[in-house]
């Protein structure tokens, strides 16, 4: 069973960093890629970062550039979101999701995290 579990997250203050992890099980990254999204109250879930099977490529959205940095570990079967410089509009819940590759849609992928909150106060 395709598993993944979030952790990470919390309240912040503007400015300060947070680091998400996104935990596999029942699959391996060689075989799915993984992406995060966020979605905040009121909007719809929007794609924020992802990396290739293997950690071969990885993406940043244009909107959180130069303040989020996707990572994988092989060995532990694990992605990170790293985000600095948190603004209040990060506040969102944020999620890792595996699919077969790369995309922006978020209806494409077929395996979710739990999900875990982040707020950023001002």
């Known amino acids: 069973e395709v598993q993944l579990v979030q952790s990470g997250g919390g309240l912040v203050r503007t400015g300060g960093s947070l680091r998400l992890s996104c935990a596999g099980s029942g699959f391996t990254l060689h075989d799915y890629a993984i992406g995060w999204f966020r979605q905040a109250p009121g909007n719809e879930r929007e794609a924020v970062a992802c990396?290739?099977?293997?950690?071969?490529?990885?993406y940043v959205d244009g909107s959180v550039q130069g303040r989020f940095t996707i990572s994988s570990d092989n060995a532990k079967n694990t992605v990170y979101l790293q985000i600095n410089n948190l603004k209040p509009e990060d506040t969102a819940v944020y999620y890792c999701?595996?699919?077969?590759?790369?995309?922006?849609?978020?209806?494409?992928?077929?395996?979710w995290g739990q999900g875990t909150q982040v707020t950023v106060s001002s």
């Open positions: 999701a595996a699919h077969d590759g790369c995309t922006k849609e978020p209806t494409w992928f077929r395996f």
């Open positions: 990396v290739s099977k293997s950690g071969g490529s990885t």
